[in-house]
């Protein structure tokens, strides 16, 4: 089975935040940089399946700046044969852009399988993987976080708000993976070796025009700081009175 | 004067509370650029015409519907080309989704056939001459967005529980629509859904909001927490992720960034700390109110009203003054 998996590199969730001079964007000054959460679960259940249905292989592919490639590397530990790096200098704001782009060199490529993330863990969009198969023609299921592979079907399940659904679809497919589907692997120092010598073709990303931009960037409205009611039970008849009278929340 | 083609999401034939919320905020949007017209398309299996009069009362002034025994589940190919078609048909000059596990699956596909851009998950939108400019909140929450959507259409998905459900009533004309490509044809195809926790109310769409972190030391003490809900008579239970990553609540019940964005009128945590990840899903909510043992918790940061101590003294209380109240009227 031949698998891609689409990865982004966003900014560490723990990090200080702090916006840069532009306004418009994050100060990347000493901020470090992971493999988007959701993309990570990606790589495992493309390694899982790859393993389970072997022969095949497993593609990663990135659209970013030169620090992408360290985290395509890590993929490659992971156990991925060989990533692509479309090169950009910063990520665009617009998922059709690099939907465009990254559906460019995904085509024609004979993949049974993309995979992306659920949603990036920065921008939170999950936009561009039913973008991509859009633009491929491909069939395409969301939020997976079980999939089994039988021949050229898939049967998937995806959490709705309240209930699962059990999903069949045919392959080639796209698929956005969910938490929940495999843990990732942490990759061993054997892999770490190994990866240093797998292909990693670097290419333009070719972005095209671009419909959505960002014009401001900013800190959420503070909350205002929080009142301690008080300690302990005793407080609670207070705390029900400022909800009923002040909060209006009863 | 704009005009808006909403999707209203439907379930098991009924509405979602989600769907009310995204044809209010269109019907304001109209309204705020001179009075366009809103359009509402529903798709579902025979019946679904029936969510004509609810989405009528809160603003639509054309009701579309599709009603075809192949869509009583959702199913993406045919409801995406069907809503591409039709905002292209009427001209629209924005189409508004819900930000849920749907509209999220939706909206994207819409955009890419029309090659038209997408804002996700907003907050709020401004619809103006030549551009629309969204509030997306990114980064977990530390930073808002302010995004701007050249070219007609825009399309946009809207958080749930971030626009009000407003009755307002719009004309509501209801027209049936062929389907722009035969459900059955669909590839991907929903065998089943099942019910998760049947007859409770679901986490995004409850007006109150009361989880439970590690504080609550062991899964059965959850009982505490249904408890609670139960008091408040409209409420869901929530969890965070160390929670859930120990079993001890259903993964589906997590909120955070890697689980559920909750913006609930009322959000009781109990026995949380408030880690930045579980803040990313909750941080929006109207009301915060943090009970637990440790003051200087980074949850009391974002809270109304807190109280320090222990939650297995201060959540029976609550329990009982929360009925008391109810009953009190």
Known sequence: ?250 | MADFMVFAETRGGNLRTVALETVSAARQAADASGGGTVHALVCGAAGVAGAAEALAAHGADQVHVVEHPQLAHYNAESVAATAAALIQSTGARAALFSASVEGRDLAPRVAAKLGVGLAADVTAFEVHADHVTATHPVYTGKAVATLRLVGTPAVLSIRPGAQPAVEHAGKGEVSSLAPALDPAAARVVVTEVGARGAAKLDLGEAPVVVAGGRGLRAAEHFSLMEDLAAAFGNAAVGATRAVTDDGWRDPADQIGQTGRLVSPDLYVAVGISGAVQHLAGMRTSRVIVAINRDKDAPIFKVADYGIVGDLFEIVPRLIEEIRARKAAG
Do not use: W
């Not at chain 1, 665009?92 to 782009?101: E, F, H, Q």
């Not at chain 1, 942490?186 to 014009?215: C, F, N, T």
């Open chain 1, 1 to 250: 089975m031949k698998i891609a998996v689409c990865l982004k590199r966003v900014p560490d969730t723990e990090m200080r935040f702090a916006i840069a001079a532009d306004g418009k964007s994050v100060d990347t000054v000493g901020l470090k940089f992971e493999i988007s959460t959701f993309d990570e679960y990606a790589v495992e259940a493309a390694l899982q399946l790859n393993e389970a249905h072997a022969p095949g292989e497993v593609a990663v592919v990135g659209l970013g700046p030169d620090g992408l490639g360290e985290h395509l590397r890590k993929a490659l530990a992971m156990g991925a044969d060989r990533a692509i790096h479309l090169a950009a200098e910063t990520v665009p704001y617009d998922a059709l852009a690099i939907a465009r782009s990254l559906a460019g060199a995904l085509k024609e490529q004979g993949f049974d399988l993309i995979l992306f993330g659920r949603n990036a863990t920065d921008t939170g969009s999950g936009a561009v993987g039913p973008m991509v198969a859009e633009l491929l023609g491909l069939p395409c299921v969301t939020a997976v976080s079980h999939l089994e592979i039988s021949g050229a079907t898939g049967t998937a399940r995806r959490e709705l708000e309240g209930a699962t659904a059990t999903i069949t679809f045919p392959l080639p497919a796209v698929l956005t993976i969910d938490e929940g589907i495999a843990r990732p692997r942490i990759a061993g120092l054997k892999g770490i070796m190994a990866a240093k010598k797998k292909p990693m073709e670097v290419r333009p990303a070719e972005l095209g025009a671009e419909v959505l931009s960002i014009d401001r960037l900013a800190l959420p409205p503070e909350r205002q700081a929080g009142r301690i009611v008080g300690e302990g039970a005793d407080a609670v008849p207070e705390l029900v009175r400022l909800l009923h009278d002040e909060a209006k929340a009863l």
